[in-house]
């Protein structure tokens, strides 16, 4: 491994490889979101509303900017809009995807029209993903749901 891996691997496991130097523009995105990637946020990422887990809004990872990433589940979920359609930018899309891939992130996809027409089946894709990250990775402590306490103090 060279050093440039050697610090990459290092970054990724100790803060999922956070690039300090894109921060500025990754503030941008986030004050300036599309409307499925808004959506999505409010709908099915912000506050630990899926299945309990954390995601954070266009973050710095590597040389990129991930839409939605889980730290925890090391998952990072992209919207693609038309542009995303271009022969140009699915060879970029590709090529950063296999680095994600190999720093050790699971990446999905979704179209806008997708977030946009089908919330509920983008969060069941979403869900089903997390799922089987949980049962190949022993080590993340399984979330309960949020939902309310019955009579008995059980969490449904």
Not at 16 to 23: A, H, Q, S, V
Not at 36 to 60: I, M, V
Not at 91 to 106: N, T, Y
């Amino acid at each position: 491994m060279t050093e440039v891996e050697d610090q990459m691997t290092f970054d990724v496991f100790n803060n999922c490889g956070y690039n300090k130097n894109l921060r500025s523009l990754a503030g941008n995105l986030r004050r300036n979101m599309t409307k499925s990637e808004s959506c999505l946020w409010k709908y099915a990422l912000k506050a630990k509303q899926l299945k309990g887990y954390q995601f954070r809004r266009q973050r710095p990872v590597l040389n990129y900017i991930a839409d939605f990433i889980c730290k925890e589940l090391m998952l990072i979920i992209e919207v693609d809009g038309i542009t995303h359609d271009v022969e140009v930018s699915s060879a970029k899309d590709k090529k950063r995807e296999e680095e994600l891939s190999r720093a050790g992130f699971k990446v999905i996809r979704f179209t806008d029209e997708e977030v946009l027409i089908n919330m509920a089946g983008v969060i069941t894709a979403i869900e089903k993903n997390i799922e089987t990250i949980e049962a190949s990775t022993p080590s993340i402590p399984r979330r309960r749901g949020t939902g309310k306490a019955n009579n008995d103090g059980r969490v449904n």
